[in-house]
């Protein structure tokens, strides 16, 4: 046999199935799980390990092979003299493309340095080979279908840049002339405020992991004045990416939509009903109060204010029979056209922007509407020692 080729073929071996049988397998079915341990060559391992390739390709569930093809690989795998050869190199890298969902992380860049080992040396060899052709035949040149992905980016982006393509052309805009995958390139980009959008329009349907997502977010709601909720991706936002976010951006200060979508964020994963499991419910709206309560861009989110402590509220007295004074007293001096304040209303809405009648929030059912609420107000007066400067100007109940 001409050069180092290793064993010969699976053809040439199989020509007389019985007779190879009983050579490489030692008078031992294939499959019995009997395999013998004494030595073997190079050529008989091979004939083997296709063999019982062969059996675990038709009988994938039978363990004697399974066990019997991992021996096989164990042998060929320790002998380094076989793993010279070229058919068993090449059937190992082989396998390990095959199993590499399940290797584990050393195990898988072990296989990488092999193929780049592998590939290399190919990619060597044949440029050795042209040198010496280029010797006889003169100077040969890179083919220019050789292009990496970075270079051919780059090439796009510095056309469309100096042209100013995507200005005159909506086929040259960010959103239609790249894919999600180049997200890294145009995030390292100095985009300008239309490219911004576009950029925010490629990138809609992703995970909010792209890099400096949270400034570009930020420069197309202050910059492009693009409202909060424009995108899905902004609702894809995590609760700590929304509170770096609400922390940065003055102008999301009484926001009632983003502010909505943290509180909505605020529920986390949970398998509760929280319009049906009081206990949980609570929790929340125990949270959710604090919340207000506390955070200072919130205070002009009137709407918001109002519904959280109306269900708090309400949830209290119902799980309760309590009223919280400090509650009823911040929720009072919500602007709400409630018919019993309409002589404090006027200076309610000095302060403060004035909360529709049918307010509600889709995303988060167990915060229900207000509605009429003089009654729960006439009860909670009637219980709580409550002496405000809100509360002697109210008009009768209606």
Partial sequence: MAGNLGPPTIKEFFADIDKLEKLVLDDQTVGTGKMTTKSKSAQQSFVEFVRLQQHIKNEPNTKAVAQSYKMICDVVGNNTTWRTVPRFRDLLLRKGMLDYSTLTTPMKQKLIDRLKERFARRKRGKNEGDDEAGEATGPQFSSTLVVTTARLLKKTWETNQISKLDQSDEMYKIENQYTPAAQEFLANQNLSQKQITSFMNLMDNEAPEIPYLLTFVRRDLVNNKTPFGTYKMHKRLTLKQMELLGKKTKELDGNERFWETYCWKMQQVHAYDLTKDLNQRGLYLNKLKKFVG?????????????????????????????????????????????????????????????????????????????????????????????????????????
């Fill in 294 to 398: 506390e955070r200072e861009q919130v205070q002009k989110c009137s709407a918001l204010r109002a519904l959280i402590l109306y269900n708090y509220m309400t949830h209290l007295e119902l799980t309760t029979g309590k009223y919280d004074k400090a509650a009823l007293i911040a929720y009072l001096s919500i602007p709400r056209d409630r018919g019993y304040n309409y002589s404090v209303l006027p200076k309610l809405l000095q302060k403060l922007p004035k909360c529709p009648t049918n307010y509600s929030i889709k995303d988060i059912a167990c915060l229900k509407p207000i509605g009429d609420d003089s009654s729960y107000v006439i009860r909670a007066l009637s219980v709580l020692p409550i002496r405000h400067r809100i509360l002697p100007e109210m008009g009768p109940p209606c």
